[in-house]
């Protein structure tokens, strides 16, 4: 369900002067069901503590009128607009599709330009190419896994190219970190958790 989850879906555009990479943002299958999940069991609870509080069954399944109001159906209401909540949350990610931008190092420009969507506004950064020391690999393996393409950049924390999200396949992300060194003309680092 993570919704800062970034995926690079791969290089659009790629020439000898230029290479383009599309971020996947919070549209994802997994968020559509999440999403779906929370906002039928929000209703789903919301209406079990109607029909306790009514004494009328509103859901076609089981019994819930006979509920006692306090505290069964208060605690179920509670839940009912708790997952009502999350899910009018991540709705409203998946509608911006938060996260989701643009990579793009050209070389003519001696630039790298980064682009993501933020809730509100386009977040935008331009960083000279020249400022770019190495590729690094961050690979941390257990309970949190996660395995993402940085940029080492001079005078600058570490940045991210793609998000936390999912752990792709290590042949895969160690193709794309070696494509990327070598188009930038840098190394390629290495580091495992």
């Known amino acids: ?3 800062d989850s970034q995926e690079i879906v791969g290089s ?8 383009e990479q599309s ?42 009128s006979t509920l006692i109001f306090v505290p069964q159906g208060l605690v179920m209401g509670l839940y009912g ?6 899910a009018t949350y991540l709705w409203f990610l998946i509608s911006v599709d938060f996260g989701s931008g643009v990579n793009v190092f050209d070389k003519e ?16 950064v331009e960083i000279p190419l020249k400022d770019v020391k190495a590729v690094k690999m961050e690979i941390k393996e257990g309970f949190n896994a996660s395995r993402k ?13 793609n998000g936390g999200g999912e752990p792709r396949p290590l042949l895969e992300l160690e193709q794309e970190g070696a494509e990327l060194a070598r188009f930038l003309g840098v190394n390629l680092e290495g580091l495992v958790n």
């Open 1 to 3: 369900m993570s919704a």
């Open 12 to 19: 659009e555009n790629s020439s000898e002067t230029c290479l």
């Open 23 to 64: 971020i996947k943002g919070s549209k994802k299958l997994s968020n559509y069901l999440v999403g779906s999940m929370l906002t039928i069991g929000g209703i789903g609870f919301s209406l079990a503590a109607l029909s306790s509080y009514f004494g009328k069954d509103f859901l076609p399944l089981g019994n819930p």
């Open 81 to 86: 607009i708790a997952a009502s909540l999350m």
């Open 109 to 124: 420009k001696g630039s790298l330009f980064l682009s993501r969507k933020g809730f509100f506004k386009e977040v935008a």
């Open 149 to 161: 393409i940085c940029l080492r950049i001079q005078g600058r924390k570490d940045l991210p190219l």
